[in-house]
């Protein structure tokens, strides 16, 4: 048994890093990163100097599962150690990394040229979705650092198989690979998909497997909202954040090369842990050992009166045996009644999943060993297909009934469940998601011919004359007349629909979210209804969504949450009033079959998987910093109140923290960010601050870390890091002593500093105003406005690099822009609508300027003229491969043969001719005609513009 660690909760929240994310809240709104306390604690737990080496976050759904793993897989990348991440949401990893330049793969101009190119390819799709694709499929080159592998892919190269995985393949193990994984970061998305039902297990063994033979040596992050899918599998995830180790040595000794009735037992003698002795009679685990093996292992946080989130309702009536869910209950028709009777006593061959969706006037004569898929694919089935206005349609490998079977007069002969989903969805308002867990016979596929043959056409579908308004709800025919007569204000719109399910390309799934969650779709006007299968369960979200039918039962009452939370998450309704933001939700049973029993037996495990949870959530290492037991208020389908493990926190833990690996690990970095924030805030508010008032007001101020945390220490030396200086008994005034606000103390002897001086004049109110009154009236004002040491600066940078640019200065120049570091010129970004407070600092690849009454802001990216060459160095004699680049290669509307494009050649083998031909548009003139000293002016006139376009200051005239 692994050995309980009593004090690993105990020790942790007393620590100064920990401490202040107790009721820590972001200050900083719109589109800029900041991570939030439950993501800032996972870096902080997993940091690959820490002893902590298996760690599950249960997060509820939309609470930033993703961002958090990635702020934990940058700390190891930093150092150079590899990260893996097993999931199936690889585009949702590479998303959320392209999203936020601060977590460095892109520049804010990138972003903003990824941004702008996905509109125009929503609305243009003809002329720039190629240049999106092109442009985001090179953003995506640069993520380096991760290895991405999904469940089955992972599993097929640790046992060098190839296809599907069964236990009797567990014979060629790749050590190599398990090699490489040594000091490595594992992160597993979704774990519960680690024990699937195709494969019970087989992914879950090839991941243990690999923790277990190298034990300590690697860290591994488990990531899910419900990581029990079936309560059985809480002894698989207690195995997980065990931590065994095997000498790989050894290892290799005992398998290598022998057959697989050596090789599978002591593959599996490796994976396996022994819990029997822990287990009661009937199979459950001991309160006590699940406390000990996992405490202080998770960390948990769900939905709790989120005012991001929107709200949720159950529509319907209670069924005995179930609690928290409401049904709507469907009565079925004679017909249809009749039909399923039938098939209860087994006279008819149909699967018990679909005929509790829909039953079929099916032949009597039918074979009973044939399914009804098999059947629509005789030559009967046609013929019969015709007696009952059916047609039978191919799509992808499924045959797909449609016609006028389907009308609503219709269908409601054969499924009362389908009827009433028709009769919701023409007399509701607002976007709809359809879920269904099954993608053919009477899955999704069904569904969209159903709503398409009663008037709600698809995404690409041309309106037909019974087509339904998306205003009115009228048919395209009566609409016409409705025009004329009633209300000629509204103009056709016709109601669509889309479809999502596994079967389609990860492009088009990509795609129809986009569409569906577009802002401008977020009433629904271009795209209504969503309908979707167990596809869309897990790492995706519908926006906006205001009705949540579900019409077939998932597997499991873990897997019926993840699709509620594909619908309330952060932010999801976003695009609409707060009166709207709410979530209707109507789960479908057909009563008088068997349905209800299936919900009833599923729920039953879910008794026993919410006990299993309210033991590891009073055990989970933040239970007392996000104080999760006191906002459970009662029992709900998410979570059971419970009582945290261990102490909380006093206020004695707040003025006396341990602050040992808070500043062993750098973590006071984050607190000295948000300080330099925050003070730069405050001076906005107020000019004039005594030390000790300016400390007690930063404490109360929002941020993360909490400001409540901050010494009067961090704040003084984060305030000389800003260039100000602390008076003990003489309070300047922001009128008289203006003169000696805004400059520093000057040594005897120039040091060149130039970011000193921009902070002192910049961050102040007074000097601020001046600046602005100056920035496009009175160039010369603005030359004024540089003290003499930084017109010392901009000499030295002249002279230095290219005299030239001093005198285009002084002509031209009305903003100074430097590249030295990231952000040298530091500078107050005023907002237009809050008082001009200061929010942050500005960054060298944006202008600013001022004009009209409010201040602008340009994207702007500093690049050399394309030289028509690119240059690369390789081998130890540093020669040159150069090729031309096509004048029109940045231009996607024009295509060309590729096969004509030069591949690339070294410099010492080309032509004369063409060498002449490079020197002279690099404007280099030599009357040496030997083809090695022609490569040696191309190369360094090639280095000399790239140093000079790399270093010093560039001037930009804005006017």
Same mark, same amino acid.
């Given at each position: 048994m692994y050995k309980p660690l009593p004090s690993d909760i105990t020790d942790i929240i007393k620590r100064k890093e920990f401490i202040g994310l107790k009721g820590a809240v972001s200050s900083i709104s719109g589109d800029e990163l900041e991570l939030q306390s439950h993501q800032l604690e996972l870096p902080?737990?997993?940091?690959?100097?820490?002893?902590?080496?298996?760690?599950?976050?249960?997060?509820?759904?939309?609470? !930033?599962? *993703?961002?958090?793993?990635?702020?934990?897989?940058?700390?190891?990348?930093?150092?150079?150690?590899?990260?893996?991440?097993?999931?199936?949401?690889?585009?949702?990893?590479?998303?959320?990394?392209?999203?936020?330049?601060?977590?460095?793969? $892109?520049?804010?101009?990138?972003?903003?040229?990824?941004?702008?190119?996905?509109?125009?390819?929503?609305?243009?799709?003809?002329?720039?979705?190629?240049?999106?694709?092109?442009?985001?499929? &090179?953003?995506?080159?640069?993520?380096? !650092?991760?290895?991405?592998?999904?469940?089955?892919?992972?599993?097929?190269?640790?046992?060098?198989?190839? /296809?599907?995985?069964t236990d009797n393949d567990f014979t060629n193990v790749n050590f190599q690979l398990i090699e490489q994984m040594r000091h490595s970061l594992v992160i597993c998305d979704e774990i519960h998909n680690m024990y699937n039902a195709h494969q019970p297990n087989s992914w879950g063994k090839a991941i243990q497997f690999?923790?277990?033979?190298?034990?300590?040596?690697?860290?591994?992050?488990?990531?899910?909202?419900?990581?029990?899918?079936?309560?059985?599998?809480?002894?698989?995830l207690i195995s997980l954040l065990m931590i065994k180790g095997e000498d790989i040595g050894e290892l290799k000794k005992l398998i290598w090369d022998k057959p697989a009735r050596i090789q599978i037992p002591i593959i599996n003698k490796i994976i396996g842990f022994d819990h029997s002795e822990y287990m009661t009679g009937d199979g459950i685990i001991e309160d006590k050992y699940i406390l000990d093996t996992m405490k202080g292992r998770l960390s948990f946080i769900t939905t709790i009166d989120d005012p991001t989130y929107p709200t949720k309702s159950f529509h319907g009536t209670s069924i005995d045996g179930v609690k928290y869910l409401k049904f709507v209950k469907t009565k079925m028709s004679e017909i249809q009644k009749k039909l399923y009777t039938d098939f209860s006593k087994g006279k008819k061959v149909l699967r018990e999943q679909y005929a509790v969706d829909m039953m079929f006037p099916l032949p009597d004569d039918i074979n009973e060993s044939m399914t009804i898929n098999d059947f629509l694919r005789t030559p009967?089935?046609?013929?019969? !297909?015709?007696?009952?206005?059916?047609?039978?349609?191919?799509?992808?490998?499924?045959? $797909?009934?449609?016609?006028?079977?389907?009308?609503?007069?219709?269908?409601?002969?054969?499924?009362?469940?389908?009827?009433?989903?028709?009769?919701?969805?023409?007399?509701?308002?607002?976007? $709809?998601?359809?879920?269904?867990?099954?993608?053919? *016979?009477?899955?999704?596929?069904?569904?969209?011919?159903?709503?398409?043959?009663? /008037?709600?056409?698809?995404? &690409?579908?041309?309106?037909?004359?019974? *087509?339904?308004?998306?205003?009115?709800?009228?048919?395209?025919?009566?609409?016409?007349?409705?025009?004329?007569?009633?209300?000629? /204000?509204?103009?056709?719109?016709?109601?669509? &629909?889309?479809?999502?399910?596994?079967?389609?390309?990860?492009?088009?799934? *990509?795609?129809?979210?986009?569409?569906?969650?577009?802002?401008?779709?977020?009433?629904?006007?271009h795209f209504r209804i969503l309908i979707a299968s167990q596809a869309m369960r897990e790492s995706n979200q519908a926006m906006g969504v205001q009705w949540l039918l579900i019409t077939h039962r998932p597997v499991t009452i873990p897997a019926l949450l993840q699709v509620f939370g594909r619908v309330i998450r952060t932010n999801s309704h976003i695009h609409l009033p707060k009166d709207k933001r709410h979530v209707n939700i109507k789960i479908y049973i057909t009563d008088g079959t068997v349905e209800s029993n299936g919900y009833r037996d599923k729920m039953k495990d879910y008794y026993i998987i919410q006990h299993y949870d309210e033991l590891m959530n009073s055990i989970a290492v933040d239970a007392h910093i996000f104080e999760m037991a006191k906002k459970i208020k009662k029992d709900s389908i998410y979570a059971l109140k419970f009582d945290s493990d261990g102490k909380p926190l006093t206020e004695k833990d707040f003025d006396d923290p341990d602050d040992s690996t808070f500043r062993a690990f750098e973590y006071y970095r984050m607190e000295h960010k948000t300080a330099k924030r925050l003070i730069m805030f405050a001076f906005q508010t107020r000019s004039v601050w005594k030390f000790c008032d300016l400390c007690e007001y930063i404490r109360t101020l929002d941020g993360i870390p909490n400001p409540r945390t901050f010494t009067d220490g961090c704040i003084a030396f984060v305030i000389k890091q800003l260039g100000l200086d602390i008076v003990d008994n003489y309070i300047m005034s922001d009128g008289s002593d203006i003169e000696s606000f805004i400059r520093t103390k000057i040594d005897k002897e120039i040091i060149i500093d130039i970011d000193s001086d921009m902070v002192d004049f910049m961050v102040f109110t007074e000097k601020i105003k001046k600046l602005k009154s100056n920035s496009l009236v009175d160039v010369i004002g603005i030359i004024e406005e540089y003290t003499k040491k930084e017109h010392y600066q901009i000499l030295r940078h002249a002279v230095e690099n290219q005299v030239k640019l001093i005198w285009w200065f002084y002509e031209h120049v009305t903003k100074l822009i430097t590249t030295d570091t990231e952000m040298t010129f530091i500078s107050a970004k005023l907002s237009d609508t809050t008082g001009?407070?200061?929010?942050?600092f500005l960054f060298e690849n944006a202008i600013h300027y001022y004009i009209n009454d409010k201040w602008n802001t340009l994207s702007y990216t500093r690049t050399e003229p394309d030289n028509g060459i690119v240059i690369a160095s390789y081998d130890n004699d540093m020669k040159m491969k150069i090729r031309r680049i096509d004048a029109k290669s940045d231009t996607v509307d024009v295509e060309r043969d590729r096969r004509f494009d030069m591949r690339g050649a070294i410099c010492e083998t080309r032509t004369k001719e063409s060498l002449k031909e490079i020197l002279s548009e690099l404007r280099v003139s030599t009357k040496k005609t030997t083809v090695s000293v022609i490569c040696g002016l191309i190369k360094h006139e090639l280095l000399r513009r790239e140093e000079s376009h790399q270093g010093g200051f560039l001037w930009v005239n804005i006017l």
């Open positions: 902080i737990l997993l940091n690959p100097h820490s002893p902590r080496k298996r760690h599950l976050a249960k997060y509820g759904t939309g609470y !930033g599962k *993703t961002i958090g793993a990635i702020a934990v897989a940058l700390t190891y990348i930093k150092l150079g150690l590899p990260v893996y991440v097993i999931s199936f949401s690889r585009p949702r990893f590479e998303s959320d990394l392209l999203k936020y330049p601060e977590l460095g793969y $892109v520049t804010h101009e990138e972003v903003a040229k990824r941004k702008q190119l996905y509109r125009l390819a929503h609305f243009n799709k003809g002329r720039y979705i190629g240049e999106f694709k092109r442009y985001d499929s &090179s953003l995506r080159r640069k993520i380096t !650092g991760f290895k991405f592998m999904g469940y089955r892919v992972f599993a097929q190269r640790v046992f060098g198989v190839v /296809g599907d995985l690999v923790l277990n033979v190298l034990g300590k040596d690697v860290t591994a992050l488990f990531l899910s909202a419900t990581p029990l899918s079936n309560s059985s599998e809480i002894l698989d009967g089935a046609k013929e019969w !297909g015709t007696e009952h206005d059916i047609l039978i349609t191919q799509k992808k490998d499924h045959r $797909v009934m449609t016609g006028p079977f389907l009308l609503k007069e219709n269908v409601k002969q054969y499924s009362s469940k389908y009827y009433q989903l028709l009769e919701d969805i023409l007399t509701t308002d607002g976007k $709809v998601m359809v879920y269904h867990e099954l993608v053919g *016979t009477t899955g999704v596929m069904l569904l969209q011919e159903l709503l398409r043959v009663n /008037g709600i056409i698809n995404e &690409s579908e041309p309106p037909k004359n019974n *087509t339904i308004c998306f205003h009115c709800r009228k048919i395209r025919d009566d609409h016409n007349l409705h025009l004329k007569k009633d209300d000629p /204000g509204c103009h056709f719109k016709p109601m669509r &629909s889309m479809i999502y399910h596994g079967e389609m390309s990860v492009r088009a799934k *990509t795609n129809a979210l986009n569409d569906f969650n577009s802002p401008i779709n977020a009433y629904g006007e001009k407070a200061f929010v942050g």
